[in-house]
């Protein structure tokens, strides 16, 4: 059914759908509305999940594991600072390989303190051995929840999974979505199905200790498993498409979408909700009969590198916008995705932008200028950009720096 | 695509006027999308929301900028606040005063509706919550959600009498608008 939801109710809703068994929760603007709206859920009998209200974030993960081994379905939601403190126990779930999902509300990291968006929390988890889904709109971010319980509970995978919204900017929009009925979630999400459980009667030891004789090959089967939920969310995404009608990029394993980009000779790659206003300049440049594509990574971990270079092969410039820096480098998108070409043979320029730290508003301008400057790149070899000039801030207000202290 | 922006004070319900108002174009047929303005609210401190209207999707995750309408629910806000700003040529300011557009400390080229909702508010809910009554002057002096829509969502965001009411209240100003 069509209806007006915020992002944040939406989610709750997908939630409920998935119907899981325990959800530990903890607030953090802005994700708590999030869990505030299951609590009412749960209050009002709509859902009969145990609601556990911990003492922190760290807690809220090390229950979701606990209660995850036990072989129940999980949901949790966090953001920032908050993530942080669940990182700790989550890099045991991957290597315990337990599936949980949690909901993350993108929330920039302090210091400085602020509650807007950015990608930073859940960029600084990539080595985790977690899925990540980021979600342009409010349908894509209630979809995903449905597509992360499907993916991380699979026996080939069982993997943390989390689903990403951008905190505010999808979370507090009101917008058009369509609802999942029981009866279309039952068929695209089967009950959970653990293969190994804490069980009192037949006690087994997870993730307890591995000497160095043990250790790396259960790294690497996590490495295994992460890359193998690509073929996963592949037909995921297939059977989604099946039972609710909405398709997310079936023709890219589900793993990328691309707008416009079938001539593009500039294509602009970035995730999240900020994608909803490059269609636009898009749309701009297109009428003028510029040819400017847009290519959305769907999932940021496993890395889409073969999809990537399909549907960016054939362009003459790219310029990666992303709300992540890694400090040091440059932003962690643009690092994988000049690894993927680079390491495939291509020599497209690929320019990094940061954007959108904190909330700050990535407007039609900054996209423009971004756009423009890709263009002058057409034509010319990555080695023209070289290692001096890494990333371009967009916009940085140079009169609120200190002053270069090598002058 | 039509842009509205709506200037209130923390307290107000700015934000759930503009989630009505979304909810509203929604049950008009429209495409719609409402959002605040992600700052930190305080009580009586100048807000913002805003509204998007359109006949198709809406995608855009940008502010608004350059809104075709203006809402203010509070007119001890034009002192304070730009309300003009950015304002589209041939924009409407639809301001919650109990003077006459000319009377209104505004030099704008712009359409100026006014309407006492505050006093049709004290009326209908004895209380100043304004946000219906306003809701039935934007649904007048715009079109751009029917009345009959207007009133389904305050019913379903105001359960029982008060809900009727506040459809009372939306209703007056729609009639005087």
Same mark, same amino acid.
């Given at each position: 059914?069509?209806?007006?939801l915020?992002?944040?109710?939406?989610?709750?809703?997908?939630?409920?759908?998935?119907?899981?068994?325990?959800?530990?929760?903890?607030?953090?603007?802005?994700q708590?509305?999030?869990?505030?709206?299951?609590?009412?859920?749960?209050?009002?009998?709509?859902?009969?999940?145990e609601?556990?209200?911990?003492d922190?974030?760290?807690?809220?993960?090390?229950?979701a594991?606990?209660?995850s081994?036990?072989?129940?379905?999980?949901?949790?939601?966090?953001?920032?600072q908050?993530?942080?403190?669940?990182?700790?126990?989550i890099?045991?779930a991957s +290597?315990?390989?337990?599936?949980?999902?949690?909901?993350?509300?993108?929330?920039?990291l302090?210091?400085p303190?602020?509650?807007?968006?950015?990608?930073t929390d859940?960029?600084?988890?990539?080595?985790?051995g977690?899925?990540q889904?980021?979600?342009?709109?409010v349908?894509?971010?209630?979809?995903?929840?449905?597509?992360?319980?499907?993916?991380?509970e699979?026996?080939?995978?069982?993997?943390?999974?989390?689903?990403?919204?951008?905190g505010?900017?999808?979370?507090?929009?009101?917008?058009k979505?369509?609802?999942?009925?029981?009866?279309?979630?039952?068929?695209?999400?089967?009950?959970?199905?653990?293969?190994?459980t804490?069980?009192?009667?037949?006690?087994?030891?997870?993730?307890?200790?591995?000497?160095?004789e043990?250790?790396?090959?259960?790294?690497y089967?996590?490495?295994r498993?992460?890359?193998?939920?690509?073929?996963?969310? +592949?037909?995921?995404?297939?059977?989604?498409?099946?039972?609710?009608?909405?398709?997310?990029?079936?023709?890219?394993?589900g793993?990328?979408?691309?707008?416009?980009?079938e001539?593009?000779?500039?294509?602009?790659?970035a995730?999240g909700s900020?994608c909803?206003?490059?269609?636009?300049v898009?749309?701009?440049?297109?009428?003028?009969?510029?040819?400017?594509?847009?290519?959305?990574?769907?999932?940021?971990?496993?890395?889409?590198?073969e999809?990537?270079n399909?549907?960016l092969?054939d362009?003459?410039?790219?310029?990666v916008?992303?709300k992540?820096?890694?400090?040091?480098?440059?932003?962690?998108?643009?690092?994988?995705?000049k690894s993927?070409?680079y390491?495939? +043979?291509?020599?497209?320029?690929?320019?990094?932008?940061?954007? +959108?730290?904190?909330?700050?508003?990535?407007?039609?301008?900054?996209?423009?200028k971004?756009?423009?400057?890709?263009?002058?790149?057409?034509?010319?070899?990555p080695?023209d950009?070289?290692l001096?000039?890494?990333?371009?801030w967009?916009?940085?207000?140079e009169?609120?720096l200190?002053?270069?202290?090598?002058? | 695509m039509?842009?509205i922006?709506?200037?209130?004070?923390g307290?107000?319900?700015?934000?759930?006027m503009a989630?009505?108002?979304?909810?509203a174009?929604?049950?008009?047929?429209?495409?719609?999308?409402?959002?605040?303005?992600?700052?930190?609210?305080?009580?009586?401190?100048?807000?913002?929301?805003?509204v998007?209207?359109?006949n198709?999707?809406?995608?855009?995750?940008?502010q608004?900028?350059?809104?075709?309408?203006v809402?203010?629910?509070?007119?001890?806000?034009?002192?304070?606040v730009?309300?003009e700003k950015?304002?589209k040529?041939?924009?409407m300011?639809?301001?919650?005063?109990s003077?006459?557009?000319?009377?209104?400390?505004?030099?704008t080229?712009?359409?100026i509706?006014?309407?006492?909702?505050?006093?049709i508010a004290?009326?209908h809910l004895?209380?100043?919550?304004?946000?219906?009554?306003?809701?039935?002057a934007?649904?007048?002096?715009?079109?751009?959600?029917d009345?009959?829509?207007?009133?389904?969502?305050?019913?379903?965001?105001?359960?029982?009498?008060?809900?009727e009411?506040?459809v009372k209240?939306?209703?007056?100003?729609?009639?005087?608008?």
């Open positions: 059914m069509k209806k007006m915020a992002g944040y109710d939406a989610v709750a809703e997908a939630v409920k759908a998935c119907d899981p068994d325990v959800i530990p929760a903890y607030p953090i603007t802005p708590t509305d999030i869990v505030e709206r299951i609590s009412e859920m749960i209050a009002d009998g709509e859902l009969t999940s609601y556990v209200r911990v922190s974030e760290f807690n809220a993960a090390s229950t594991i606990g209660a081994a036990a072989g129940a379905r999980i949901f949790t939601a966090t953001c920032s908050g993530l942080k403190l669940m990182s700790e126990p890099f045991s +290597g315990m390989r337990l599936p949980l999902v949690l909901g993350i509300a993108n929330r920039s302090s210091a303190l602020s509650i807007w968006g950015d990608h859940t960029f600084a988890e990539r080595d985790g977690m899925i889904f980021y979600a342009e709109d349908q894509e971010a209630m979809d995903n929840i449905a597509l992360a319980y499907r993916v991380a699979d026996k080939d995978i069982l993997l943390p999974a989390l689903s990403c919204l951008d505010f900017i999808l979370t507090h929009v009101q917008e979505v369509d609802t999942f009925t029981q009866r279309e979630m039952k068929e695209f999400l089967p009950e959970r199905d653990p293969v190994h804490l069980d009192p009667s037949n006690p087994t030891t997870m993730g307890a200790y591995a000497r160095p043990h250790w790396t090959e259960t790294r089967e996590v490495q498993a992460v890359k193998r939920s690509k073929d996963k969310i +592949g037909e995921a995404v297939e059977e989604f498409a099946d039972v609710f009608g909405r398709e997310y990029g079936l023709e890219h394993n793993l990328l979408e691309t707008y416009r980009t001539d593009a000779d500039v294509i602009i790659v995730l900020v909803g206003t490059i269609r636009y898009i749309d701009e440049y297109r009428e003028k009969g510029e040819k400017v594509g847009l290519v959305k990574p769907r999932v940021y971990r496993p890395f889409p590198a999809e990537l399909k549907v092969g362009a003459e410039a790219i310029a916008m992303e992540d820096v890694s400090l040091g480098y440059q932003g962690g998108l643009a690092i994988d995705l993927a070409l390491s495939n +043979g291509s020599r497209i320029p690929v320019l990094n932008y940061i954007v +959108g730290l904190a909330g700050r508003d990535v407007t039609k301008d900054v996209i423009k971004v756009v423009e400057e890709t263009k002058e790149m057409r034509g010319k070899d080695s950009i070289g001096e000039e890494e990333e371009r967009e916009p940085l207000r009169e609120l200190p002053g270069d202290k090598d002058d | 039509k842009q922006r709506i200037h209130g004070r307290g107000q319900g700015s934000v759930t989630s009505m108002l979304a909810k174009a929604f049950e008009t047929g429209k495409e719609s999308q409402g959002f605040p303005s992600f700052g930190v609210e305080r009580l009586g401190a100048p807000i913002e929301a805003f998007r209207i359109d198709k999707k809406i995608t855009d995750r940008s608004v900028y350059n809104p075709d309408i809402i203010v629910q509070d007119s001890s806000l034009l002192k304070l730009d309300v950015g304002l040529e041939g924009g300011i639809i301001v919650n005063s003077e006459g557009p000319g009377d209104l400390d505004l030099e080229d712009a359409e509706v006014t309407v006492n909702a505050t006093d004290m009326k004895g209380r100043p919550i304004m946000n219906t009554a306003l809701c039935g934007f649904a007048k002096a715009t079109g751009l959600v009345r009959e829509s207007m009133a389904r969502v305050i019913k379903e965001t105001f359960e029982g009498e008060i809900g009411k506040n209240a939306m209703s007056e100003a729609y009639e005087v608008c």
